[in-house]
């Protein structure tokens, strides 16, 4: 069974920092993309940043780029997100997920397999 679960998230200030986490069960993870995505409510899911399959490439949102980072440890099923400078509008439910889009599709949320539930990210001025 495929788990995935997010931590980290919380009620913070503009221009704090957050770094949050993702344990990923019953998956090869050296196998798979890893990404973050973040939803706030009546707006679309939107793509944050992702990590290829080999960890060799990462991808951002020009709204994220410089002040997020993700990265991966395959060997110990994680995936993080550090979020640096955050303002306002980056409050959101922020999901992790997983799968094998191709690279062109990597920041289509609807090409994702697996997903967490989420961790609240609230950024106040």
């Known amino acids: 069974q495929v788990q995935l679960t997010e931590s980290g998230g919380g009620s913070v200030q503009a221009g704090d920092s957050l770094r949050l986490s993702c344990v990923i069960s019953g998956l090869p993870l050296h196998n798979y993309h890893v990404a973050w995505f973040r939803e706030v409510p009546e707006k679309n899911r939107e793509f944050v940043a992702a990590?290829?399959?080999?960890?060799?490439?990462?991808f951002y949102s020009e709204s994220v780029k410089g002040r997020f980072t993700i990265s991966r440890e395959n060997a110990k099923r994680m995936v993080y997100l550090q979020l640096n400078s955050l303002k306002p509008e980056d409050t959101a439910l922020y999901y992790c997920?997983?799968?094998?889009?191709?690279?062109?599709?990597?920041?289509?949320?609807?090409?994702?397999?697996?997903w967490g539930q989420g961790t609240q990210v609230t950024v106040s001025l």
């Open positions: 990590s290829s399959r080999p960890g060799a490439s990462v």
């Open positions: 997920a997983s799968g094998t889009p191709a690279l062109s599709a990597i920041r289509q949320p609807g090409m994702y397999r697996f």
